[in-house]
């Protein structure tokens, strides 16, 4: 059996990452969408909340399970036993970022961890959780970039009423 992860903040989880999970699972037949519980960083959602929005967006693809974690990638992926990540590739301004990781990951497993890149679709291609949420906080419409229950979500977040 074919498994991947596909790990991410997903702060929330957009239209962009919906993609490459849709186009994940279509070439694996179990993929694991994990969201990093990183203390560094101060996210809009809770893991719990993020968790629970990615499961939601995805109860119609049944090969598709959604997780937690936190520490290293290399030892999630070692204890799930799977071998390959994935990650979306925007523009070439990811690139760099994701080169970094990508190599880090595979010298941290001596190569037992590999990277794929799926090169996220065009209509997508200029979209991050970033911008979503500076959008919400100016109570701007967001609802072209993340499903209708997750925008509810975002703007309940900076005490807006839904657009
Ligand atoms: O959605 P993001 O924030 O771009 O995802 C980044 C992520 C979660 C893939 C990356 O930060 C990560 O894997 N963090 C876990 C810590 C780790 O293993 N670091 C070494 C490799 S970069």
């Given amino acids: 059996m074919k498994a991947a992860i596909y790990p991410g903040s997903f702060d929330p989880m957009t239209y962009g990452h919906l993609d490459i999970i849709r186009r994940a699972a279509e070439i694996f037949d179990e993929l694991t969408v994990s969201v990093l519980n990183n203390k560094g960083k101060s996210p809009l959602f809770s893991v719990e909340e ?8 995805t109860k119609e693809l049944p090969n598709v399970k959604v997780d937690s974690f936190s520490g290293l990638l290399v030892d999630y992926a070692k204890e799930k036993d799977v071998h390959v990540i994935i990650r979306g590739l925007r523009a070439i301004t990811d690139f760099e970022y994701e080169l970094q990781g990508a190599q880090t990951n595979r010298i941290l497993s001596e190569g037992k961890l590999d990277t794929m890149f799926l090169t996220t679709s065009l209509e997508y291609a200029y979209l991050s959780s970033s911008s979503v949420k500076e959008i919400a906080s100016f109570h701007g419409d967001i609802t072209q970039f993340v499903p209708e229950f997750v925008a509810q979500l975002v703007y309940e977040k900076y005490g807006h009423t839904a657009k």
Avoid: F, N, P, Y
């Fill in 50 to 57: 993020r968790v629970k929005i990615l499961q939601e967006a």
